[in-house]
């Protein structure tokens, strides 16, 4: 757009979710949608091939972004709690997410979207691997102070392996991460 002023407003993308509702009944279609309304209103007219209606669907994730699908995952999506599922994906920022990613896929809470995803007591580091969660400690003092002849000395692997005794390590959306419930 030559001449004209960058408004970051009309360069915003907004990511839909896509859904699809395939029927445990083999003689009925399932259907596309992206929202609880449009699933509602799809599944009410939905019909088998003797015409009778179709109540029970599977619930599959099949666009958006990587997060949403690994949060899908995590919670089993399923007919029961979709709507929450969606609901969540647009309240929630990603940090949320991968908190609620951890505590019910990986530590086996149970997916309650009232809960905030803080209140898990997940600790998540943004670092990719033990040593460098062990050199991260080390250097905010975690051991006490280490004179500066003594830092070369440190034996970082030996430290990683005894954090791993409590922390564990995940990759979510394409992000190393080390986490530990308390």
């Not at 990587?66 to 309240?91: P, S, W, Y």
């Not at 149970?110 to 803080?118: L, T």
């Amino acid at each position: 757009m030559v001449g004209s002023a960058f408004d970051p407003k009309e360069s915003e993308i907004t990511m839909t979710i896509t859904l699809h509702a395939p029927p445990y009944d083999i003689t009925a279609q399932g259907f596309y949608f992206d929202t609880t309304d449009e699933f509602e209103e799809k599944a009410i007219k939905l019909v088998n091939s003797s015409g009778d209606s179709v109540e029970e669907f599977e619930i599959q994730f099949i666009d958006g972004e990587q997060i949403d699908c690994e949060l899908a995952k995590a919670i089993g999506i399923n007919q029961g709690n979709f709507r929450d599922f969606l609901t969540c994906v647009e309240a929630w920022e990603d940090w949320q997410k991968i908190l609620v990613i951890i505590a019910v896929g990986e530590c086996g809470y149970d997916f309650d979207p009232d809960v905030e995803p803080d209140r898990h007591g997940i600790d998540i580091y943004y670092v990719r691997s033990m040593q460098e969660l062990a050199e991260q400690f080390v250097d905010e003092g975690l051991f006490g102070d280490i004179p500066e002849s003594l830092q070369f000395y440190i034996d970082y692997d030996a430290i990683a392996r005894d954090l791993s005794v409590e922390y564990s390590e995940t990759v979510i959306a394409g992000e190393n991460l080390i986490y530990r419930a308390s």
